[in-house]
C-alpha cells in the first residue's frame, strides 16, 4: 500500500514538472538566454499595444485624407462648401419642411445642376474639337445609326457567304423535342440567307422539318454528354473543327452574334 502511495505521489510530481516545464519553454526567447515573464491565465486581454497601434494608424490615415480646410485649394473649397451646406439644408428640410427650409435646398440644388450642366456643355465643346473623343461607328444619332448598321450588316452578310464555302452547320435534334421543332425553322432561314449547308443529326438519320437528315452516331458528345437538343454547330468541312453557337432556340441576331464572338475571341473565321 505504502509503495503505491509513492508511486502515484512521483506521478503527480513527475506530471506537475512536465507542465512547468512546457510553461517555462513556451515562454523562452529563441536566440538569447533572456526568458520571457509568465503572463496570467487571461493573457488575450493583456496585449493592448496592436489595438492601440491599429487606431493610431488608422488616425494617421484619417489625418492625411483630410487636409485643414485652409491647405485646400480654392476649387477643392468652392465645392465642398457647396456639398455641406446642400447637405445640411436637405436635412433641415426633411426634418422641418418649413417653405423657408425647402427653398433653401432647392437653390443650393439649383446651384450645382447650373455648375454640372456647365461642365458638360463645354465638355462636349471641348470633346468636339478631337477626334480621340468621337466614334463614328457609336454615334448616338439615330439616323446615323441605322446607316451603320445597314453597313455593318452588308458587311457581315459578305464575311458569312465566304465563311460558308468551308463551312456548315449541324442541328442535333431529336424527334420529341418541341424545342427543335420550333427552333428549326429559325436555323433554316439563316442557312439559306447565308448559304450555308445544313444538316439535321438525329438517332434514326431522319430529315427533320425540311432539313436533310444524318445519323447521330455520338460525334457531338464532347459538346454534349447528355445529347441536350436542340444544339447548333458550326463545323468546318473537313470535320476537325467544330464550335458550338447556339444551345436551345437562339434568335437570328443572336447566332449571329455568337458566330462574331467565336470569331474575336476563339478562333478568327473572317
Not at 453597313?151 to 424527334?175: P, Y
Not at 433554316?188 to 444538316?199: D, H, I, N, S, V
Not at 432539313?211 to 454547330?233: A, S, V, W
Not at 464550335?243 to 464572338?261: D, E, H, M, V, Y
Request: glycine share 4%; aromatic share 8%; charged share 25%.
Amino acid at each position: 500500500m505504502k509503495r503505491e502511495n509513492n508511486i502515484r505521489s512521483w506521478s503527480i510530481v513527475f506530471v506537475a514538472l512536465q507542465m512547468v516545464t512546457l510553461v517555462i519553454n513556451s515562454n523562452i526567447s529563441f536566440g538569447s538566454d533572456r526568458i520571457k515573464p509568465l503572463q496570467g491565465f487571461n493573457w488575450y486581454n493583456e496585449k493592448p499595444e496592436p489595438k492601440k497601434e491599429k487606431v493610431e494608424n488608422t488616425q494617421k490615415q484619417d489625418t492625411a485624407q483630410t487636409a485643414p480646410a485652409e491647405d485646400l485649394p480654392v476649387h477643392e473649397k468652392n465645392i465642398r462648401s457647396l456639398q455641406e451646406r446642400h447637405k445640411k439644408a436637405h436635412r433641415q428640410a426633411l426634418d422641418n419642411p418649413t417653405p423657408e427650409n425647402i427653398l433653401t435646398e432647392l437653390y443650393l440644388e439649383k446651384e450645382m445642376m447650373r455648375k454640372a450642366q456647365l461642365y458638360g456643355e463645354r465638355s462636349v465643346a471641348l470633346a468636339m474639337m478631337s477626334s480621340q473623343f468621337t466614334d463614328m461607328k457609336a454615334h448616338s444619332n439615330v439616323l446615323h445609326k441605322r446607316v451603320q448598321e445597314e453597313i455593318e450588316d452588308k458587311e457581315m452578310h459578305q464575311k458569312l457567304s465566304r465563311l460558308s464555302q468551308e463551312w456548315g452547320l449541324i442541328l442535333q435534334v431529336s424527334e420529341d423535342c418541341p424545342h427543335c421543332h420550333a427552333f428549326a425553322p429559325i436555323v433554316l432561314e439563316f442557312a439559306r440567307k447565308y448559304g450555308f449547308q445544313l444538316l439535321a443529326a438525329n438517332k434514326k438519320g431522319e430529315d427533320f422539318k425540311g432539313i436533310k437528315g444524318i445519323t447521330d452516331n455520338g460525334e457531338m458528345l464532347i459538346f454534349n454528354p447528355t445529347r441536350e437538343t436542340p444544339l447548333l454547330y458550326l463545323i468546318k468541312s473537313n470535320g476537325r473543327e467544330v464550335f458550338p453557337i447556339a444551345r436551345g432556340i437562339n434568335s437570328a441576331n443572336q447566332i449571329l452574334t455568337n458566330i462574331k464572338n467565336i470569331d474575336k475571341h476563339i478562333k478568327r473565321l473572317f
